[in-house]
């Protein structure tokens, strides 16, 4: 059963607001704390509520307030807010052991067979971790020491995290200029906007076969490895064209490349696949897991195919956390309640209830350019003319406001609006929060456009 009664929600009573929004008590808490936290995310800072607890698909702020979730926090808690089996399992290792380096515990034993059980093809050489960043970077190193290579090519608008690497994987805006030598980045498909202005299935996927120019043309071919989002999460759930991913595949194994899937946000059943690169039957050298992989507790892991396993020995995995036994307790807990409520079906079924609505939406807004989405991982994107396709940031921001003012917790990208709602959301809720971006849209496309 996917919806247990922990998690149920009457989506007529729902939201439930009682003051205005922000209320008083989170407007004083955020002024507080901004006095010293620095750096908000602008979902944060466009909507400064201070939540006060979770449960299943709802939030309650510290003024009592009960929001819908369409977040997943940042798609982290697909299983919903403090699913009890994650809760109870955490709980248990709190009490009984929290840290212990990284000598194996029973339950690190179990969690890495578990997750050797579901990973595709060879990839079963796993390291623990705490954040995705750092898996990530741990991807980057084992790279190189596989390959004996130094080079990496990544893509536009993919986000890999905040350190050195990862930063270096990504466009000048989110590494903040700080590119380590040795990264280049290659153009990657978004057809409602494409790079080379081309049209899809015209154009015969030509962006992937520019990624072979940008190794040859760019690199010292010494590439370690092809680093990618399967499907683009912060850029605003951008899906590659089915060929894109086992054609990079092939341009990986032609420059002895790795083929590096980072699967830290598409993970764990959230688009309707335990990993995204199922969709494309595409088996990566490396893949990173996180977010939804301890549903809320910190836990990552980096995973690389078993034939490269004596090659990254030399990768020291220890660290301080990673692969605790409250993590390693959440991160099995999770998969389970997984395979036991059927999630990946269920991620599948909200992705088409969800995209039937958003489809609705684009037919009839002017603002609506495109809506995109697989499983849990969705987006609506804002143009102030479906023409020109000129992104609407000012209508990104309102609607986002809006929506939230109206009780849905959700995530802004400036004029695209993201949805990453739990996979265990029932239809009535699903279609609630819905209801509330419609209407929203309709009163922020009257008021900026007349
Ligand atoms: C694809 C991807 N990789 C890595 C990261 C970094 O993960 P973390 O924020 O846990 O360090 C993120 C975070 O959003 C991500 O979306």
Known sequence: MYSKNWAKADAKSLPVIKTELPGPKSREYHQRASRYMKGYSSQVRLFPVVFHSGKGCTLTDVDGNVFIDFSSGIYVTGLGHCHPKVSEAVAHYAKQLMNCHDFTTEIKMKLLEKLASITMG?????????????????????????????????????????????????????????????????????????????????????????????????TTGQVAAIVLEPIQGWAGSIIPPDEFIPKLRK??????????????????????????????????????????????????????SEKFGEAIEKISASSS????????????????????????????????????????????????????????????????????????EEAGRKVYQRAFSKGLAWVPAGHILRLSPPMIMDDDLAHKGLDIIEESIAEVERELLG
């Open 122 to 218: 060879d990839l079963k050489g796993i390291q623990l971790y705490d954040s995705g960043t750092t898996a990530v970077e741990a991807g980057l190193r084992a790279a190189r020491a596989a390959t004996g290579k130094f080079e990496f090519i990544s893509f536009w608008r993919d986000f890999h995290g905040k350190t050195m690497g990862a930063v270096s994987c990504a466009i000048v805006d989110r590494s903040q200029g700080m590119r380590a030598p040795g990264f280049f980045l290659a153009p990657r498909p978004y057809c409602y906007r494409c790079p080379f202005n081309m049209k899809y299935p015209e154009c015969n996927t030509y962006c992937a076969d520019f990624v072979d120019k940008v190794i040859t043309n760019e």
């Open 321 to 392: 956390y990673g692969g605790n036994p409250m993590a390693c307790a959440a991160a099995l807990a999770s998969i389970e309640v997984i395979e036991e409520e059927n999630l990946c079906e269920r991620a599948a079924h909200l992705g088409e209830l969800f995209l039937k609505r958003m489809e609705k939406m684009k037919e009839e807004f002017r603002i609506v350019g495109d809506v995109r989405g697989k499983g849990c991982l969705l987006a609506i994107e804002l143009v102030r003319d479906k023409n020109t396709k000129e992104p609407f």
């Open 251 to 304: 341009i990986a194994d032609k420059h002895k490349a790795l083929l590096f899937a980072d699967e830290v946000l598409t993970c764990m059943a959230r688009t309707g696949k335990m990993f995204a690169m199922e969709h494309w039957n595409t088996t990566p050298d490396i893949t990173t897991v996180g977010k939804g992989f301890g549903n809320g507790f910190p836990v990552t892991a980096m995973i690389i």
